[in-house]
């Protein structure tokens, strides 16, 4: 999140954003905590996947798509490991 130049309050707006977008696309029902999470850890996770491929996305907006993509594959991630016990 340094690397973005934000700080932690904006982490946790921008994750709660990304989150609740996350939950509204994949239609699942999530408590505001946990749509906040989603957006954190999914904007990490996204934007490793995303090194992977040379791409980088920097700033609010970035950190914003990084984590509603990394907040999907979470949920689709968590729907998967539901089905299989």
């Known amino acids: ?4 130049g ?4 904006a982490a946790i707006i921008i ?3 990304a989150g609740w977008l996350a939950e509204m696309f994949m239609k699942s029902n999530m408590g505001v905590v ?3 999470l989603l957006g954190i ?3 990490i996770i996204a934007n490793f996947i995303l090194s992977l491929f040379g ?3 920097g700033g609010w907006v970035g950190y ?3 984590g509603f993509i990394g907040a999907c594959i979470l949920i689709a991630l968590a729907r998967m490991v539901r089905r299989t016990t």
């Open 1 to 4: 999140m340094e690397d973005a």
């Open 6 to 9: 934000i700080g932690w309050i």
């Open 15 to 17: 994750g709660g954003i």
């Open 34 to 36: 946990m749509n906040i």
């Open 41 to 43: 850890v999914g904007a």
């Open 55 to 57: 791409v980088a996305l």
């Open 64 to 66: 914003l798509i990084a």
